[in-house]
């Protein structure tokens, strides 16, 4: 008999993300490494970090054992959702100033006195200059 999986959501893996219950996903598959933690050789820093999201590549990367990838069957509690349902998608305008240039913008009305100080400074000292000349 086939066991049947549990789908889950990025989204709700997500949610999952801290030292009282810590979900991470690797290679589509959610694992509930709560109780893992204390016992992780790399320290609960490292699975803390990859909590709550995709972290497929980090645990590649890292190089586990064969051991260590047998010992993560204990922890699956389900697959991730391959077909998620994105519930809203926020829409721009071209003519819809951007973070950056909305930042951008901000910045120079705050630090407009700066630059304004330092040009005058230096027209005060090409005329103090000019004089003596």
């Not at 050789?41 to 709550?52: I, K, M, N, Q």
């Not at 990838?69 to 003519?95: A, C, Q, S, T």
């Amino acid at each position: 008999m086939a066991t049947i999986s549990k789908l889950y959501s990025m989204r709700e893996a997500a949610e999952h993300n801290n030292r009282e219950d810590c979900w991470v996903v690797v290679d589509g598959k959610v694992y509930d490494v709560t109780s893992y933690l204390d016992e992780h050789p790399g320290g609960d820093d490292t699975l803390l970090s990859a909590a709550g999201r995709d972290s497929t590549e980090d645990f590649e990367d890292a190089g586990h054992s064969k051991d260590a990838r047998e010992l993560m069957k204990n922890y699956y509690i389900g697959e991730l959702d391959p077909n998620p349902v994105i519930p809203e998608l926020e829409v721009f305008r071209k003519d819809q100033p951007s973070g950056f240039t909305t930042k951008l913008r901000e910045m120079t009305q705050q630090y407009w006195a700066a630059p304004a100080i330092i040009i005058g400074i230096a027209v005060v000292a090409g005329i103090l200059y000019s004089r003596k000349n």
